[in-house]
């Protein structure tokens, strides 16, 4: 991956289905967020698990350790280990999934 993240932190995702939550280290690349087993020695992430686009259609919601991201196809539930990286996380993506304003 050549792009640099924005954001890069852990978060607790529970499957889609059934299943214990797993702690994965997100990170977001321009719209797509991306998530791995874990992080390596340099910050990034390591062995890739899979990916989601955050587009206008996306609805995001942040409380407490709880991030929530609503897409059309599936809604991920993220608990975190702080308010504070929910907080950043919601702030960007929120950012990302607004709609495009009208052009003049």
């Known amino acids: 991956m050549a792009d640099v993240p924005v954001l890069g932190d852990y978060f607790f995702k529970k499957p889609e289905k059934i299943g214990k939550a797993q702690k994965r280290f997100f990170e977001l690349v321009g719209r797509e967020v991306h998530y791995y087993a874990k992080r390596n020695s340099k910050g990034r992430g390591q062995d890739h698990k899979g990916q989601f686009t955050i587009s206008s259609g996306s609805r995001i919601e942040g409380s407490d350790l709880k991030l ?10 993220l608990t975190a280990e702080s308010a504070d990286v929910v907080t950043r996380w919601c702030t960007q993506l929120t950012a990302l999934a607004a709609p495009a304003a009208p052009a003049a």
């Open 68 to 77: 929530t991201i609503i897409n059309p196809d599936r809604t991920w539930t």
